[in-house]
Each structure stands twice: as C-alpha cells, then as structure tokens.
C-alpha cells in the first residue's frame, strides 16, 4: 500500500542551526502539506503546496521555514535558524485530487537544543 | 474558544464495552475527518463524512455527521485493546486547498 514516507525520523539539532526534515508523498498526489505538533497539544496547520507553489501556510509559517519540491518525488521543509520553540514532531502529509483524504507519514521529531 | 471541540478528552472503557467521541464545530464545516494518532506516530485516516446525515463504518467504528449542529460523533462498538490511541477530528473549513484544522482529539484506554 502507498504511504508518505518521512526522514530522519528523529533529528536534534543546536539552536540557530539549520534543518532540513524531508518527505516522499504518495506518488499520484498533488496536493502536499506540513503539520506541526508541539508535545501535548493540537495537530496545526502549517503550509499547503499546490503545483510547485506555496497555495496556502498559517501564522505560524513565518520567514524561518520554507518549502521545496526539489525534484519529482521529495517534499521538503526547511527551518533557517531553529529555535527551542520549533522542537516539535513535524508531519508532511499528501491528497489526490478532489477534497479526499489526506495521508499522513509517521512523523520527524525534531528536538531544538 | 476554540473552533473545535472534541469531548471527552480521555476515555478509559472496559474490553467490550461501547463507547463514543465527540467532535464540535463553531463555524460552517465542508469536510469532517476522523484520524487515529498512536502515541509519537502518525495519524492513520479513518473516514470522511462531507454531507449531513452521512455515516460511515469501518470495521467496528461509526462515525455520523449532523451538518445542522455541525457535529460528529464517532462510536466504537464492542471496544478491543486495539482500539486504544488518540482520536482525532479534522476540518476542512472551505479552505479550497483542503488544509485541516485539528481539534486536541480523545485519549481513548482500553482496559483488558
């Protein structure tokens, strides 16, 4: 069965570092997003990523983070100058067309220190 | 106050024993979805329910939409250790790229 596909699954990184957390979605998809969830709280929204742009992101997407499609298959999601409020686990996930389900991967835990 | 609302917030059931979860919206939903989330892993989909008065199973669990409350309840009959995670509902709110929104999701225990 297809699945979104998320590495490392585990980063630490030194505050004011940069990171890269990467994503394979599920092949045919076109629609692609990042989640974030900070440890006891809520699943939140990110960035969507529609037709090699960036169609939709939240407040909390600031100038730190940006988003690639560098090639056909990876998704990825970069943070310029992390911060100890960015540890978190970061979910990339993928859709098809239409308003159906989204896919989600297992998760990169990044832990800012 | 928070746009979605899910209740309870932990549940802990017997083995065998029916259960159902609770999922409020305060603003006109286009699309409600139920995910499963095992603790520090990925969120699993379960169903999707888009128009009110729609229900939906899968295996042992229900899920119905009530469009007019804009409300969904999940229901687990006959509840098994299997069961046991966070239950999470998404909503689209008419974003046109389908992004969701999350409420804080069900601590669901299931006592062997």
């Known amino acids: 069965e297809p699945e979104v596909t998320q590495t490392p699954s585990h980063q630490v990184t030194q505050m004011g570092q940069e990171v890269i957390l990467r994503c394979v979605p599920i092949?045919?998809?076109?629609?692609f997003y990042w989640y974030r969830q900070i440890l006891g709280q809520k699943v939140e929204f990110l960035v969507s990523?529609?037709?090699?742009?960036?169609?939709?992101k939240s407040e909390i997407f600031d100038d730190q983070f940006s988003v690639e499609r560098p090639d056909g298959s990876n998704f990825t999601l970069k943070i310029r100058s992390t911060k100890l409020e960015d540890s978190a686990m970061y979910f990339c996930?993928?859709?098809?067309?239409?308003?159906?389900?989204?896919?989600f991967g297992q998760g990169t835990r990044l832990t800012v220190v | 106050s928070q746009e979605l609302e899910q209740s309870p917030q932990s549940l802990i059931v017997q083995e065998g024993k029916n259960l159902t979860i609770n999922c409020t919206s305060s603003?006109?939903?286009?699309?409600l979805y139920w995910y499963k989330q095992k603790y520090g892993e990925g969120l699993i989909f379960l169903m999707m329910?888009?128009?009110?008065?729609e229900e939906k199973s899968h295996e042992k669990i229900t899920a119905k939409l009530d469009e007019k409350k804009q409300q969904s309840s999940l229901h687990i009959t006959a509840s098994q250790p299997s069961h046991a995670g966070i239950y999470l509902c998404?909503?689209?709110?008419?974003?046109?790229?389908?992004?969701?929104?999350f409420g804080k999701g069900t601590k669901l225990s299931v006592k062997p």
């Open positions: 996930a993928s859709r098809g067309t239409g308003l159906r389900e989204a896919f």
């Open positions: 092949s045919n998809h076109l629609y």
């Open positions: 990523f529609y037709n090699n742009e960036i169609s939709e």
């Open positions: 603003k006109t939903l286009y699309g």
């Open positions: 329910l888009q128009k009110g008065g």
């Open positions: 998404g909503v689209n709110y008419g974003g046109s790229q389908g992004n969701l929104i």
